[in-house]
């Protein structure tokens, strides 16, 4: 099936979405965390299209050591492993996470968060600059999930990460994109790639986020908390298309007043 | 001389032999080395060098491997 996006770039109007220098044909990034069971996890993630899919680093349960990494579930040649720092409330935990993913994993990647608050998951934007700087100085690209701050957004960038992730919404709260203004105003400012990460609940959360020109969308709990996570994910790549193209499309002005479709000349008297 | 030692492996204290080797370790644990990454006292230690590192008393061991996450 050729997809509205692979049409359009076929006519030359979309690129792959690039970070540090690997392209990607996907601009929905997923994650593999709060799923039911193993099965519908790769089902939701096969059908969601997506190539980046995020992992998290934690101990091995020694009492269940014959219980399989994720990697027993998700083949690293057909998905872009991107692991996380989750949970991490410091830039030297941070750091020391994203150690062990690389270690673990398949490729220079992290996405890095530092979070700073345990009852609302916003960023410690300090601690983020601080381990952002440390990762990249150490060989890292670096995908730094943050808020929706301009100036954390250019201090980043500075600071050499290869891709500005501003949250929707609080991570898991699916309150949908709550600031488009200042998530346009990152992507109109920063010339790394801008990834929203966290906060979308629906399709349409999807489709207005892609809506703003943003280059990609990371989603976790929105496909797997769905009542049926398979049928999200179709949705969710679709929804992400749509914006896409929408963006791509260019929209009508908006206006305040009504203005006719149909002609005004040729009524009957 | 064959007492045990005692180390801390995933915050569990754990008694080991010593002389052990971290990669004997993963065996006792029924771990395969592929699938797991060791930090030895807050330091990577490489597949191909758990053979080479044996664990001490009050050494703290930190096994990790991908679980599900966004």
Same mark, same amino acid.
């Given at each position: ?11 030359? @109007? ?7 220098? @690997? ?72 750091? @020391?996470?994203?150690? #062990? ?29 601080? &381990? ?23 201090? #980043? ?51 207005? %986020? ?10 976790? %709990? ?16 679709? &929804? ?8 791509? &499309? ?7 007043? &009504? ?8 009524? #009957?008297? | 001389? !064959? ?6 492996? !995933? ?9 052990? $080797? ?5 065996? $006792? ?5 592929? $699938?797991?990454?060791?930090?030895? !006292? ?11 590192? $044996? ?16």
């Amino acid at each position: 099936m050729t997809t509205a996006v692979e049409t359009l770039r076929g006519a030359g @109007r979309d690129t792959p979405l690039t970070i540090g220098g @690997r392209a990607f044909q996907s601009r929905l990034m997923v994650g593999t965390g709060k799923y039911g069971d193993n099965e519908t996890m790769v089902r939701a993630i096969e059908t969601s299209g997506a190539d980046i899919v995020t992992v998290a680093v934690r101990r091995v349960d020694l009492d269940r050591t014959k219980e399989a990494s994720v990697l027993h579930h998700l083949d690293p040649k057909r998905f872009f492993l991107l692991a996380n720092t989750a949970g991490c409330y410091s830039a030297d935990e941070a750091v @020391r996470y994203a150690r #062990l993913g690389r270690e673990a994993g398949f490729n220079d990647f992290v996405k890095l968060e530092v979070i700073g608050d345990k009852e609302t998951l916003l960023p410690d934007v300090v601690g983020l600059l601080e &381990a952002a700087k440390t990762l990249v100085r150490d060989g890292f690209t670096v995908l730094a999930y943050t808020n929706e701050d301009l100036i954390t957004a250019l201090r #980043l960038e500075d600071a050499g990460c290869a891709a500005v992730m501003p949250l929707a919404s609080p991570i898991g709260s699916g309150l949908g994109l709550l600031n488009p203004f200042s998530v346009r105003t990152i992507k109109r400012r920063l010339g790394v790639p801008v990834v929203v990460d966290a906060g979308v609940g629906t399709a349409s959360d999807a489709c207005i %986020t892609m809506e703003q020109g943003v280059d990609g969308i990371l989603m976790n %709990t929105a496909i797997a908390a769905a009542q049926d996570p398979v049928a999200m994910a179709q949705a969710m790549r679709l &929804a992400v298309e749509a914006g896409r193209l929408a963006f791509l &499309a260019g929209r009508m002005p908006r206006r305040e007043i &009504a203005v006719p479709s149909s002609p005004v000349k040729g009524m #009957l008297d | 001389m !064959n007492a045990s030692i005692d180390v801390v492996v !995933n915050g569990e204290p754990r008694a080991v032999t010593p002389g052990q $080797t971290l990669l004997e370790l993963l065996g $006792t644990l029924g771990l395969d080395p592929r $699938t797991v990454v060791v930090e030895h !006292n807050r330091r990577i230690v490489r597949r191909p060098a758990l053979g080479d590192v $044996t664990v001490a008393a009050g050494d703290a061991i930190e096994l990790v491997h991908f679980v599900g996450g966004g």
